[in-house]
């Protein structure tokens, strides 16, 4: 156990140790502009300021982003990418980009993406839970029911949910267009 007082105290920061701990967290997370701003702020609060002036936290995400050790639009894209490779529809998506704090510029491009693949997206995400026709038996009323609010959950738009929920064990719907 560690106790208060055994804990090594870490010195304030200054501006060279902030630009590392910016570069370390870059270096080792995707993240976002939003996201590397709150770390530095948080460390900032931890460990508190040494340096002149106000802290350089706005310029140094700035520069961080201007070098590309920080994109956006990138990590909006992978994240859109993976999530719906997980089965997750566009409105969860969109919680997710809105969360990691991309603006909705940056995020046009991944909600493109979870657009387009919202069909096979409900598809993985049934097969995953088992709903529908990945189920090994029809369901009952109330087992529908539990796997349409799984599915709204989940992102998925009500139509598309409501096909797969409603289709018979080894009866997989066919995409409208």
Known sequence: MTRPYDRKVKPPLDAAT??????S????YATTRAKLTAYLNRKLRERGWEGAGAPPVESLVARMAALNYVDDRAFASARAAALSRR?????RVGAALRGAGIGEEDAAEAREIAADSAWEAARR??????I????ETEADRPAREKALASMLRA???????????AARPGE?????G
């Open 18 to 23: 902030l630009e590392q701990a910016a570069l």
């Open 172 to 176: 997989i719907p066919e995409a409208d």
């Open 155 to 165: 992102g998925h738009p009500v139509q598309i949910a409501r096909l797969f929920v």
């Open 132 to 135: 529908g026709p990945f189920a």
């Open 87 to 91: 089965g997750y529809g566009a409105r």
């Open 125 to 130: 995400f049934a097969e995953r839970r088992r």
């Open 25 to 28: 967290y870059a270096g080792r």
